[in-house]
């Protein structure tokens, strides 16, 4: 039976899950979508056709809306630090509080100094300085993103620290180990094209939906509509193979420097060569054993290895008191890799459409890439369970616990607060993705700029930045 103190943690951790859930969407749109901005105003500039500005000006609206709601996401987890995570911010704070102050200094004024000038200035200044700023804010989200999972990844692969022997604090001794530690590379290449990806399936959809909507009314849809869907279907041809490569290379690294988080992936007990690949099953952690397991002979040594010999962690190599919650990574992480498939399998689709020339004309794909607008994001966030519910019950993997991290909060507190944070986030995040919708509801015009919407500048919340989400000390049940 579980008592208050630990209800209390359980609830700290949920609610800190609940809201890094929600944020890390926005930071991941916004960077996807940032990049898409860059690249239109980039091909109108050097083709001078009029449909790249038309996009431009269309997805630009969008932007405002889900950069400030990144914003306003973001800005609750750093209380959260203090108020829940108090011990964990003053034990390993000298080295993930100076990340984060790099990507204050680098990505926040990068991205606070030309926003505005992307936002304001298209009539205002040069076409090349304004496109510099577009780039300037696009770069400044990859920046924040870099800082971010260099802290994060260093959470889960910590090297070139020192431990205070009087005050456990984790002290800096070698910043470029710190930062470039062993799991950082496989992160930030396998978010960087999750974001990319999550918001080519998003484009494509809008793009899908505008077509079938055309088709129903007995019309051709109109040439920006078909140029976005096109972008999007190439980027979701190219980037899903990527993607499918990078998380095999995170992966081996992970088998590396974290087997206990792929045992429990994978639902495996027993370390044994020439391991089969669990396709299904419902680990239990109390009887020490996957039931109902459907195998395929040969296949987790194969994938896990990349060799039929090779043998596979099982969770029983590890005291009880160090193995993450298996039930829980077990299924997200199917339920990534499944989405993962699916999103290139519609990529390579598009493809033979494409060569077909039926891209634009076949309406049963196009209702597929509308069911297929929130899988990127779906995958993300299955994606982020699989890592950080993975790494428990650490905060600094092998280092510091999560039960040693918490604030010395009550459970009363901690429960008004959980109920409220729902309350409030389903509030305003939903009214944000209700004028988001109805945004991306109309079509794409030609001629953009003289379109009746309101201009992006006028929805826009605020002028920081989303950054993405932050080290996260315990989410999971």
Known sequence: MQTAPDLALLLARFQFAFTVGVHIVFPAFSIGLAAYLAVLEGLWLKTGRQVFLDLYRYWIKAFSIVFSMGVVSGLVMSYEFGTNWSVFSKKAGPITGVLLSYEVMTAFFLEAGFLGVMLFGMNKVGRGLHFAATCCVSVGTLISMTWILASNSWMQTPRGYTIDPATGRFLPDDWLAIIFNPSFPFRLVHMGLAAFLSVAFVVGATGAWHMLKARRAGAMAREPVRVMFSMAMWMATIVAPLQILAGDAHGLNTLKYQPVKIAAMEGDWETEGRA??????????????????????????????????????????????????????????????????????????????RRSSALFTSPFFHRVAVCMAPAGFIALLCGWVTTEVGRQPWTVYGLLRTSESVSPIVLSSMAVTMTAFVVVYVIVFGSGLVILLRLLGRAPEEGEHNASPAHAADVLATHTHPGIAGPIPGEGA
């Open 276 to 353: 089969p690949e669990l396709l299904f099953g419902i680990p239990d952690m109390k009887t020490e054993r996957t039931d109902y397991a459907v195998k395929i002979p040969l296949l987790g040594s194969l994938i896990l290895t990349h060799s039929l010999d090779g043998k596979v962690p099982g969770m029983k190599d590890f005291p009880r008191d160090q193995r993450p919650p298996s039930p829980i990574i077990f299924f997200s992480f199917r339920i990534m890799v499944a989405l993962g498939m699916l999103m290139a399998l519609v990529g390579f689709w598009s493809l033979w459409l």
